[in-house]
């Protein structure tokens, strides 16, 4: 080999080595920005409307609402003691934020946050939502083992669907199913919303405790994340189980991304499980991201790629009992705030 095209060698290996290389390899999302919240440091669900830039915060006795584009609180939704669930509709822009304490959904004015209707509802009020389908909002109660159906243009509920086991969350499709996690049963129900009965009954036989549940609606899939530390993943047509794979320990809530095809399992252990669904029908752990310990509920902006979570300061931990669950915490008063994670480049 002559000098010449020795040292050309080098140089294209150099600048090859250079351009295939990062220096370092990006995180699939990152903190953006924390908002400091206050008052109590009890929380539940987040329900993120897309049409209002806002963010709804279930915070002990009241709904906090964030303006997603500044980050700003800009007002409570007051007298939802044992806050849970919220829901919008999207004709109106009411929304709906439920209170286990005083058994009611409460229909809340956009503009001015003042009620407007007070519903009663299923005994133990927890997790809501909207179905485009039907145009009725649903309200799931643990201890009553039951949903109410509420007719939004008349603010009256329906007959209570009973489910025979207690519902955690529950979402909808968009054609005319809704789709239920059994915490205590291991299952997955799935609801006519035009007739408002059941349709199917699937065991999740790979799931303990179901908790959040998530629905990629053009692959046709439900992600429920479980209390035994993995996703289920299951065909929303036929209750086939597609796949299980592996998330965190404490988790609440899960949330789906349709234009970055992702599913998110928040979890109580500080960590954000990601499941991408880029192929359809074969889902696969894309990885984990570190949060912070108690960001266990979440909502994502799937314009933006954002991913909100909600926790508060620990000031003592304290071990699980066992192998298989989280370290529970206690949270210092007035710490309670708001997490922004970024999709990475």
Request: proline share 8%; with cysteine; net charge negative.
């Amino acid at each position: 080999m002559n000098k010449l095209f020795q040292g050309l060698s080098l140089v294209a290996i150099a600048l090859s080595a250079g351009f295939s290389s990062p220096a370092r390899a990006q995180p699939l999302y990152h903190l953006v920005q924390t908002v400091p919240l206050g008052g109590s440091v009890k929380w539940d669900y987040l329900r993120f409307d897309a049409p209002s830039a806002r963010l709804f915060i279930a915070h002990g006795t009241e709904i906090t609402v964030v303006n997603t584009k500044t980050l700003t609180v800009i007002g409570e939704l007051p007298g939802t003691d044992g806050a849970h669930g919220i829901a919008v509709d999207p004709a109106t822009g009411v929304i709906y934020a439920d209170s286990s304490e005083k058994r009611l959904a409460i229909a809340f004015n956009p503009k001015t946050f003042a009620p407007l209707a007070r519903i009663p509802v299923v005994l133990d009020a927890d997790g809501m939502t909207y179905d485009p389908a039907s145009r009725q909002i649903f309200v799931t109660g643990g201890d009553g083992d039951a949903i109410t159906p509420i007719n939004p243009a008349t603010d009256k509920p329906a007959a209570d669907i009973a489910l025979s086991g207690s519902p955690e969350f529950l979402s909808a499709d968009g054609a005319g199913s809704l789709y239920v996690n059994i915490v205590d049963k291991n299952q997955l129900v799935r609801i006519d919303t035009a007739t408002d009965t059941i349709s199917a009954r699937w065991p999740l036989s790979t799931c303990t405790s179901p908790k959040g549940l998530a629905i990629d609606p053009a692959a046709r899939l439900v992600f429920s994340s479980c209390s035994s530390g993995v996703m289920t993943v299951v065909n929303a047509t036929t209750g086939t189980l597609v796949a299980t794979l592996p998330i965190g320990k404490g988790t609440d809530s899960a949330a789906f991304d349709p234009v970055r095809q992702r599913a998110f399992s928040a979890n109580g252990d500080g960590t954000l499980s990601v499941i991408s669904d880029a192929t359809p029908g074969h889902p696969i752990a894309l990885g984990t991201v570190t949060t912070q310990p108690g960001a266990r509920t979440m909502a994502v902006d799937p314009a933006t790629g954002r991913i909100f979570l909600v926790t508060a300061a620990v000031s003592q931990t304290i071990p699980s009992a066992t192998p298989t669950d989280h370290p529970h915490y206690v949270f210092a008063p007035g710490s309670f705030k708001l997490l922004v994670y970024a999709p990475g480049a």
